[in-house]
């Protein structure tokens, strides 16, 4: 079936620092790739998308490439700020889950001042 | 349209006591999702309808579990018998067709069984 798989947290940096969050995904046919955001308390907040490979999602700063070649969807963003402490969700839906969503396991991160 | 609404936001029940969540969708979207999310983990798919028809229901899903969308606009999540595993997010999400562009989530209904 399909999975996602992420990177392990937490992730600590300090503020204006460069941000990579690892993604990869096993999954039949063209998913769409997500990335979600979840601030304490809250629920999920879709933060950018991918639908076909090579398409590029961004939001807020942050950026991630379908790379339908290593089938990893990694979130960047070049200089975090304290206000993006928060848990990342990766996410693909479709390919053979008849367009269910499938998450990995969050990577919380935590930025200081 | 403010978004997906869940009531309650928490519910605290004793064990063996039946509890009842609310989801009221985007109104425009005809699907609708229930997932399940515990500490320190990502949300894990329960059951999904499309308008009143519930169309997929996880192996998670036990017969304590059932979930209804009467005339396919808000849904309601029955967890008869509650027992402290149940303890967990509820989280509900709404799309229009497949959601290929993304899924919009709720704020979710934490339960504690004590």
């Known amino acids: 079936g399909d999975s996602v798989t992420q990177m392990e947290g937490p992730v600590t940096l300090s503020e204006e620092a460069f941000l990579t969050i690892n993604c990869t995904y096993t999954?039949?046919?063209?998913?769409?790739l997500f990335w979600y955001v979840q601030y304490p308390g809250e629920g999920l907040q879709l933060l950018l998308k991918?639908?076909?490979?090579?398409d590029k999602g961004s939001n807020k700063g942050f950026e991630a490439t379908y790379r339908k070649e290593t089938t990893s969807f990694h979130l960047e963003k070049g200089s975090v700020q304290v206000s993006d402490s928060a848990v990342y969700f990766c996410?693909?839906?479709?390919?053979?889950?008849?367009?269910?969503?499938?998450f990995g396991k969050g990577t919380l991160l935590t930025v200081n001042p | 349209d403010t978004g997906v609404s869940q009531n309650p936001r928490h519910k605290i029940t004793k064990r063996g006591q039946n509890v009842t969540f609310r989801c009221d969708p985007i109104?425009?979207?005809?699907?609708l999702y229930w997932y399940r999310q515990t500490l320190g983990q990502g949300p894990e798919f329960l059951t999904y309808?499309?308008?009143?028809?519930?169309?997929?229901k996880s192996r998670l899903l036990s017969d304590r579990f059932s979930a209804e969308r009467p005339k396919g606009s808000f849904s309601t999540l029955e967890i008869q018998r509650t027992e402290q595993g149940d303890s967990a997010m509820y989280l509900c999400?709404?799309?229009?067709?497949?959601?290929?562009?993304?899924?919009?989530f709720g704020s979710g209904t934490r339960l504690t069984v004590v």
């Open positions: 999400a709404s799309s229009l067709d497949r959601g290929r562009d993304g899924y919009t």
């Open positions: 999954a039949t046919g063209y998913p769409s």
């Open positions: 991918a639908t076909k490979a090579d």
């Open positions: 996410a693909l839906s479709g390919g053979g889950s008849n367009y269910k969503l499938t």
């Open positions: 109104s425009e979207h005809n699907r």
């Open positions: 309808f499309q308008n009143e028809a519930q169309l997929e």
